[in-house]
């Protein structure tokens, strides 16, 4: 459901939670090397720059922590109820991560390796999040808008849905260019008889506002994943990659 490449090991790192692990895979001879058993309910996994690997737990409410030299998991960090996707934000050394407390009661919790510190209110439930280099944010996308966290709050937010009068829905994956900052939003939408199309919202890393919009038709879908790469938007659909160059 997701992986990450650790540039330490050479090796990829990719969460399979039905069989409750961890796979590894060589990409230099294409090979699979085995597995780490990690949890109970794994949801998500990512990368710590010093090397750690970590993994949320959604059903034992922990973000566990692997090193990739033992291939074990030697701590455990309980942030409670159902956490599940994340990121790790460099420029302050703490995890943002995605978790519903209920009651349709979502939240972004700040880790550190002793618990949650802070805690961020957000309406909507997080479908992605990602880090902004350039400016030290962290940005997430839920089903009721696009939000900009700085350090503990929301600093920026995007909840119209509309662009000049379009109705273009909220984007399922933010991507960002490393280089200059804008933001990409990608999903794919469904309108009126029967039309599907994916969508791309370029924002202003500024302010949040929409400065354009393009939309694709045929839809790409269903998008399961997208990564931003040397100006050009990749996204994974089905048992194909497609690319945008924007």
Same mark, same amino acid.
């Given at each position: 459901?997701?992986?990450?490449?650790?540039?330490?090991?050479?090796?990829?790192?990719?969460?399979?939670?039905?069989? +409750?692990?961890?796979?590894?895979?060589?990409?230099?001879?294409?090979?699979?090397?085995?597995?780490?058993?990690?949890?109970?309910?794994?949801?998500?996994?990512?990368?710590?720059?010093?090397?750690?690997? /970590?993994?949320?737990?959604?059903?034992?409410?922990?973000?566990?922590?692997?090193?990739?030299?033992?291939? +074990?998991?030697?701590?455990?960090?309980?942030?409670?109820?159902?956490?599940?996707?994340?990121?790790?934000?460099?420029?302050?050394? /703490?995890?943002?991560?995605?978790?519903?407390?209920?009651?349709?009661?979502?939240?972004?919790?700040?880790?550190?390796?002793?618990?949650?510190?802070?805690?961020?209110?957000?309406?909507?439930?997080?479908?992605?999040?990602?880090?902004?280099?350039?400016?030290?944010?962290?940005?997430? $996308?839920?089903?009721?808008?696009?939000?900009?966290? +700085?350090? =503990? +709050?929301?600093?920026?937010?995007?909840?119209?849905?509309? /662009?000049?009068?379009?109705?273009?829905?909220?984007?399922? =994956?933010?991507?960002?260019?490393?280089? $200059?900052?804008?933001?990409?939003?990608?999903?794919?939408?469904?309108?009126?008889?029967?039309?599907?199309?994916?969508?791309?919202?370029?924002?202003?890393?500024?302010?949040?506002?929409?400065?354009?919009? =393009?939309?694709?038709?045929?839809?790409?879908?269903?998008?399961?994943?997208?990564? /931003?790469?040397?100006?050009?938007?990749?996204?994974?659909?089905?048992?194909?990659?497609?690319?945008?160059?924007?």
């Amino acid at each position: 459901t997701s992986a990450v490449y650790d540039p330490a090991t050479g090796l990829i790192y990719a969460l399979n939670p039905p069989l +409750k692990a961890v796979a590894v895979f060589s990409p230099d001879n294409y090979s699979y090397l085995g597995s780490i058993q990690v949890g109970i309910s794994p949801a998500w996994i990512g990368l710590n720059p010093n090397g750690t690997i /970590y993994v949320s737990d959604s059903q034992a409410g922990t973000i566990d922590l692997i090193d990739p030299a033992t291939w +074990k998991v030697f701590d455990a960090i309980f942030v409670g109820n159902s956490p599940g996707i994340f990121v790790y934000n460099p420029s302050n050394g /703490y995890l943002y991560v995605a978790n519903d407390l209920g009651n349709n009661n979502y939240v972004v919790q700040v880790v550190g390796p002793h618990g949650v510190v802070s805690s961020i209110p957000l309406p909507g439930a997080p479908s992605w999040i990602t880090y902004d280099p350039v400016n030290s944010y962290v940005l997430v $996308t839920t089903n009721a808008g696009v939000f900009v966290i +700085k350090g =503990f +709050k929301v600093v920026l937010n995007y909840t119209s849905a509309y /662009y000049n009068g379009t109705y273009t829905s909220f984007p399922q =994956f933010l991507l960002v260019n490393p280089d $200059t900052g804008a933001i990409y939003g990608v999903n794919s939408l469904v309108q009126g008889f029967g039309n599907a199309y994916t969508n791309v919202l370029v924002f202003s890393p500024s302010n949040l506002s929409v400065v354009e919009y =393009f939309r694709i038709s045929p839809a790409i879908n269903p998008l399961s994943s997208a990564v /931003y790469l040397n100006g050009r938007i990749y996204l994974l659909a089905g048992s194909q990659i497609y690319y945008i160059n924007p």
